[in-house]
């Protein structure tokens, strides 16, 4: 049975980072396109970014290039957010997810997605 645990949320003042983790069983990421996306309150989920499953290409969205880079170990089955320089904005609750087919090319829409974790929140205040 497919389980993501995420982890590495909290808070931390503007300026300052924070690394998500999520962390598959039952389940081999390698090969799918993975991706994280937010949801904060009142608001929508957004699509953040993604890794294609070849893991050569990936996209982050506008308000966050430069300050957040996804990663992914296969060897582990984890999948990372890199998130630096934080701002208030950020503040949200994070999903990883992971693609509906194999050697998908991902994408920021949240249809593409098949298997979701259950979120960790990251709250960016001073």
């Known amino acids: 049975q497919l389980h993501f645990v995420e982890s590495g949320g909290g808070w931390v003042q503007p300026g300052g980072s924070l690394r998500l983790s999520c962390a598959a069983s039952?389940?081999?990421?390698?090969?799918?396109?993975i991706g994280w996306f937010r949801q904060a309150p009142g608001r929508e989920r957004e699509g953040v970014s993604y890794?294609?499953?070849?893991?050569?290409?990936?996209n982050y969205a506008d308000s966050v290039k430069g300050r957040f880079t996804i990663s992914r170990d296969n060897a582990k089955n984890t999948m990372y957010l890199q998130m630096n320089n934080l701002k208030p904005d950020d503040t949200a609750v994070y999903y990883c997810?992971?693609?509906?087919?194999?050697?998908?090319?991902?994408?920021?829409?949240?249809?593409?997605?098949?298997?979701w974790g259950q979120g960790t929140q990251v709250t960016v205040s001073s």
């Open positions: 039952g389940f081999t990421l390698g090969g799918y396109a």
């Open positions: 997810a992971v693609g509906k087919t194999p050697l998908g090319l991902g994408s920021l829409r949240a249809a593409e997605y098949e298997y």
């Open positions: 890794i294609s499953g070849s893991g050569v290409r990936t």
